[in-house]
């Protein structure tokens, strides 16, 4: 079965400055997709950002982007020019590309920005 | 607006009753997941359905019991033999795989204490 760990259970970051979350999926599976999502106090889940496994270019929206490291299963978020409402859980999620799998999430990174 | 509904928002069980959570969506999506969110722990999976009348148990599904007879409805009964039932649930649902890697989308979740 896939596993996603998220090792950083809580991470701060100064207003306006940089800050990379980990996440690393374990897999014996060529074909997947990976996600971040982002959950704010008022409980929302709303997609960051997502990659396709078979794409090497990294994703990139916006002030987010990911640097993704499939032969290493690696897959960081990196939030640039942080904003107070970046503040929030944020969820590193896998999916199988075959059919309707569901998503298997990582237990989340509390992200705190400070003002 | 399409999108997934959740119902009610909180909602309240005495011990040895069962209680059902709606989830209804008018995104024409096949496939509808439920989830258990507590503190620490992520989101683990309880069920999912990719097409009506079918649904598959996650990881956690002990105590609780689904039905999926219309497309847009996929609700949850937690039962008396779910004997710690507080936490937050959310429901989502994906559209048909296929042209693309398509996210899930997530209800506002439910929030269910025992009284």
């Known amino acids: 079965a896939q596993t996603v760990t998220q090792s950083q259970p809580e991470m701060s970051v100064q207003e306006a400055e940089t800050v990379t979350l980990s996440c690393t999926y374990d897999t014996s599976e060529s074909d997947y997709y990976l996600f971040w999502y982002k959950q704010p106090p008022s409980r929302q889940m709303i997609l960051v950002i997502r990659q396709e496994a078979y794409k090497q270019q990294n994703a990139t929206e916006n002030r987010f982007s990911v640097n993704f490291q499939k032969a290493a299963k690696s897959f960081s978020l990196k939030i640039s020019d942080s904003q107070l409402g970046d503040a929030a859980m944020y969820f590193c999620a896998y999916r199988s590309g075959s059919g309707n799998t569901p998503l298997v999430f990582g237990k989340g990174t509390r992200l705190s920005v400070i003002a | 607006d399409g999108g997934i509904t959740q119902s009610p928002k909180y909602l309240f069980r005495k011990e040895g009753q069962n209680v059902t959570l709606s989830c209804e969506q008018n995104?024409?999506?096949?496939?509808m997941y439920w989830y258990r969110q507590d503190p620490g722990q992520g989101l683990r999976l309880i069920y999912y359905?990719?097409?009506?009348?079918?649904?598959q148990k996650g990881d956690i599904a002990e105590g609780y019991s689904v039905s999926r007879e219309k497309k847009e409805s996929f609700p949850l009964t937690v039962t008396s033999a779910q004997k710690n039932p507080t936490a937050f649930y959310l429901c989502a649902s994906r559209a048909p795989p296929g042209g693309g890697y398509q996210p899930q989308h997530f209800g506002d979740g439910t929030r269910l204490s025992i009284l």
């Open positions: 995104l024409n999506h096949d496939a």
């Open positions: 359905s990719q097409i009506v009348n079918d649904f």
